[in-house]
C-alpha cells in the first residue's frame, strides 16, 4: 500500500483553505484543487509499503513522544518557484516545532525507513497543470492575504493513500497523539 504521515488539519483550517481556493480561481490557469476533505500536512512520504513492514513502521511511530504546540498559516507560496509554478502551498509559523517533529520521525525510523526527501512545512492546496500568466497569477495570488489562523498539533497520522482518475483517496491507517 501507498503509505505517508500527515498532520490533520482542524475543520475551521479546512474550511478556510477551501474558501480561499474558490478566491484563487482563474481563466488563465488550470489548477487541480486539493479536496477539503484531503488538506493536511506531509511530514513523510514512504510509497509502497508492505504489511509485514507495516507493522513495524507503526511500532516505531508508537514510541515518538511529543509535546503539542501551536501553529499558524502564513503566507501563499510555489514549487518550484513563482515563475514556472506547479504547486500552490500555505505556509505554517512558527517552522521549528513542525520541522523538529518530521526530525524525531526521521531519526526514529532512521535504520527501517531511511530517506532523502528534503521537508518544508506546507499545505498543499493545488497542482497547476496548466497556466497562461505566471507572473499575474503569482501576483494575485500573493495579494490575497493569509488569514492567520492558529491551531494546536497534537497528533500525527499514518495515511494510506489510492490514486484514482478522479484523484487520490486517503484512508487513516493509525493516529498518533501525545498528551
Request: aromatic content about 12%; proline content about 4%; hydrophobic content about 40%.
Amino acid at each position: 500500500m501507498r503509505a505517508f504521515l500527515a498532520i490533520d488539519l482542524p475543520d475551521k483550517v479546512k474550511d478556510y483553505l477551501y474558501d480561499f481556493q474558490k478566491k484563487l480561481k482563474k481563466d488563465y490557469v488550470k489548477i487541480n484543487w486539493v479536496a477539503k476533505k484531503n488538506l493536511h500536512l506531509t511530514l513523510k512520504f514512504f510509497g509502497e509499503v508492505d504489511e509485514k513492514k507495516l507493522e513495524e513502521l507503526k511500532a516505531e511511530l508508537r514510541k515518538i513522544k511529543q509535546n503539542p504546540f501551536m501553529v499558524k498559516l502564513k503566507g501563499i507560496g510555489f514549487f518550484p518557484d513563482e515563475k514556472a509554478p506547479n504547486v500552490i502551498w500555505v505556509g505554517i509559523q512558527p517552522e521549528k516545532d513542525v520541522i523538529a517533529l518530521q526530525q524525531t520521525i526521521d531519526e526514529a525510523l532512521l535504520l527501517s525507513f531511511p530517506s532523502d526527501q528534503k521537508f518544508q512545512s506546507h499545505l498543499t492546496i493545488g497542482r497547476i497543470k496548466g497556466i497562461k500568466k505566471p507572473k499575474e497569477f503569482a501576483e494575485a495570488a500573493k495579494a490575497l492575504k493569509i488569514d492567520e489562523i492558529e491551531f494546536e498539533i497534537s497528533s500525527f497520522k499514518l495515511m494510506e493513500s489510492t490514486l484514482a482518475a478522479s484523484g487520490p483517496s486517503y484512508r487513516m491507517i493509525e493516529e498518533f497523539k501525545w498528551e
